[in-house]
């Protein structure tokens, strides 16, 4: 499963237990970074050590669920919301207590994400979602509908103007997560939800006639011209901070290189398919959670549940480190209004989906990529959606 924050390009031996360190905490290096001096204050105020180690995002699941079997690790670590599933699976997170009145500190989806099989497990401090940025120069008014956002980018291609309609990264093996505002509004669905909104993972959407529809739809965009393959993770948001793509669909993480091009450009959210369903971006929840297997659970609670996790200024510094929107309601309300492009991606987030955090989501991620390229790529939008849906039912039957 995607996640899409910064990470580090060296990590922390994962057996490595904190030596002295009472407290031991995970993160990538820009929340690592964010933590020490907060870790420090709670150490001192506390008489113990907090070893806050850096650990690449790549890594941190599988090193986490080994070392924490293994009696080991931290007694904390941040993470995504959609790993959730997972680690409980694996009995290696421990849920926490937030009564009514906590969790309405709280943005509702953020609390919606950290919750599995009815119970809280994690402590939200942001959530992302994926948006659509237009260069207000190239584009003065936004598109209404994807048909229009295509209509206005070729238009621009067929004067030399672009080179691109659209920098959505697809890449050769798809991009499930990027491409899935477009396959909720041509119709299609991952897994059916019972009624507290929970994944049932015994209705698999792609498995659906409506999969094979929507994956026509989109192939029918890509002959526009809207969508290649050649649109990559590592030029997408390039390609539009240089002026090449008039339309990008990405998160927050783009926000600081977009500024930096000194481009004129505002967000809102994806547009439908002309007579379509809402496009439904993916929401994740960054959070902190705690160690079923740390040796120090009552400061871990502490740390996370009344120190970090409802302090504003632990939001804020997370947030001025890389502007994602606040989990906790009232940093999130300063950042909206002091910041319009955070107030858009909060308002794209309204028809959003919590990105499945059960354990079968895992199997999605890859066959479902690799049919949408194959159908950017012009191959049969059915025949592809088949394979990834038996790939997929192969994977999650063991």
């Given amino acids: 499963a995607p996640d899409t924050g910064a990470g580090s390009t060296d990590s922390t ?24 001096p907060f870790a420090e204050q709670f150490g001192e105020a506390n008489g113990i050590t907090v070893d806050v180690q850096q650990v690449d995002n790549a890594e941190l699941q599988a090193n986490f669920i080994t070392a924490a079997n293994a009696g080991e690790g931290p007694d ?14 694996n009995g290696v997170i421990a849920p926490i207590t937030l009564n009514a009145e906590q969790q309405a500190l709280f943005q509702p989806i953020a609390i919606q994400g950290v919750t599995y099989n009815d119970q809280i497990y994690a402590l939200p401090y942001a959530v992302e979602n994926i948006a659509l940025f237009r260069n207000t120069d190239l584009v003065p008014d936004a598109p209404a ?37 477009l396959f909720t509004s041509a119709g299609g669905y991952l897994f059916g ?23 026509t739809k989109i192939q029918q965009f890509a002959q526009t011209g809207a969508l290649s393959t050649a649109v990559t993770p590592d030029n997408a948001i390039s390609l539009f901070a240089e002026g090449q793509a ?27 398919f002309a007579g379509g369903d809402v496009a ?14 740390g040796a120090n659970q009552a400061f871990a609670e502490e740390f996370v549940l009344n120190f970090v996790g409802q302090d504003e200024e632990v939001a804020l510094a997370l947030f001025d480190a890389e502007p994602r929107p606040s989990a906790l309601l009232s940093a ?24 499945p955090s059960i354990p ?27 394979a990834a849906a038996t790939a997929i039912q192969d994977a999650i039957a063991g």
């Fill in 13 to 36: 031996d994962s057996s490595a237990a904190g030596g002295d360190a009472s407290l031991v905490i995970w993160a990538d290096e820009l929340r690592a970074n964010v933590l020490r």
């Fill in 76 to 89: 904390i670590i941040i993470s995504a919301s959609d790993q959730i599933g997972n680690y409980v699976q």
């Fill in 145 to 181: 509908t994807l048909e229009d956002l295509a209509t206005a980018g070729k238009a621009l291609v067929d004067a030399g103007t672009v080179t691109n309609s659209l920098a959505l990264q697809v890449g050769q093996n798809g991009d499930a997560y990027h491409m899935e505002p």
């Fill in 193 to 215: 939800q019972d009624e507290s909104g929970a994944y049932d993972p015994t209705d698999l959407g792609l498995a659906q006639p409506a999969a094979a529809a929507a994956l």
């Fill in 246 to 272: 008039p339309f990008l669909v990405s998160g927050p993480w783009a926000v600081n290189t977009i500024k930096e091009a000194g481009l004129s450009y505002e967000i809102a959210p994806v547009p439908p």
């Fill in 280 to 293: 439904r971006p993916f929401v994740g929840v960054q959070s902190f959670l705690i160690s079923s297997k």
């Fill in 332 to 355: 999130f309300e300063q950042e909206s209004a002091s910041d319009p492009d955070i107030a858009a991606f909060g308002a794209a987030a309204a028809d959003g989906q919590i990105i």
């Fill in 360 to 386: 079968e989501m895992a199997a999605v991620w890859g066959p479902l990529g690799i049919a949408q390229a194959a159908a950017v790529n012009g191959d049969d939008p059915t025949t592809a959606i088949e």
